[in-house]
T-cell receptor
Framework: QKEVEQNSGPLSVPEGAIASLNCTYS??????FFWYRQYSGKSPELIMS????GDKEDGRFTAQLNKASQYVSLLIRDSQPSDSATYLC??????????????FGKGTHLIIQP | DAGVIQSPRHEVTEMGQEVTLRCKPI?????LFWYRQTMMRGLELLIY????????DSGMPEDRFSAKMPNASFSTLKIQPSEPRDSAVYFC????????????FGNGTRLTVT
């Protein structure tokens, strides 16, 4: 059973602070990890991808992966009100080759307070 | 470059009616995915295709649901007969084939069954 767990929130962070979003997954075979942002009434959009242990930085966003702990996180530095959205953690598991569907967590609702 | 195109954007129908949702993936993407999103269950993978071939339909909730991909640029998801519990947002997504390829989502179809 593939499971991806996130705290649903809401997570409230003051503007300019660091927002920290966390995700755990159940399958040790998981090999690729993604963070999507979804605004209310919109479709998910890709923010970050990470495939190996450690940190990956892209602008104000940093993804962190620890496969031993089955844990992936997203840090948002200098949080802006426009970062207020639901953040979805997604995990891909290799089976039989080719692309398999991503398994998504239910998302963390982030609110950046001006 | 056009993104994933879904139609219709909104669909309101009565219980028992047939519903057909349509999707055009991004050109060059050879994997296509149908997801359903509800508040209670989040994003659920229904079925996915690689090179127009259905690979895993274990997420399709019942025999009332069927999906086809007659060619690389078109897919349909059909519900017959529809029920109120089918009300949700249905997303189509596409990607290049490969474990590390992220999904690109369409704008979704909001289905309401009364």
């Amino acid at each position: 059973q593939k499971e991806v767990e996130q705290n649903s929130g809401p997570l409230s962070v003051p503007e300019g602070a660091i927002a920290s979003l966390n995700c755990t997954y159940s399958d040790r075979g998981s090999q690729s990890f993604f963070w999507y942002r979804q605004y209310s009434g919109k479709s998910p959009e890709l923010i970050m991808s990470i495939y190996s242990n450690g940190d990956k930085e892209d602008g104000r966003f940093t993804a962190q992966l620890n496969k031993a702990s089955q844990y992936v996180s997203l840090l948002i530095r200098d949080s802006q009100p426009s970062d207020s959205a639901t953040y979805l953690c997604a995990v891909n598991i290799k089976s039989g080759g080719g692309a398999d569907g991503l398994t998504f967590g239910k998302g963390t609702h982030l609110i950046i307070q001006p | 470059d056009a993104g994933v195109i879904q139609s219709p954007r909104h669909e309101v129908t009565e219980m028992g009616q047939e519903v057909t949702l349509r999707c055009k993936p991004i050109s060059g993407h050879n994997s296509l995915f149908w997801y359903r999103q509800t508040m209670m269950r989040g994003l659920e993978l229904l079925i996915y295709f690689n090179n127009n071939v259905p690979i895993d339909d274990s997420g399709m909730p019942e025999d009332r649901f069927s999906a086809k991909m007659p060619n690389a640029s078109f897919s349909t998801l059909k519900i017959q007969p529809s029920e109120p519990r089918d009300s949700a947002v249905y997303f189509c997504a596409s990607s290049r084939q490969g474990l590390n390829s992220p999904l690109h989502f369409g704008n979704g179809t909001r289905l309401t069954v009364t």
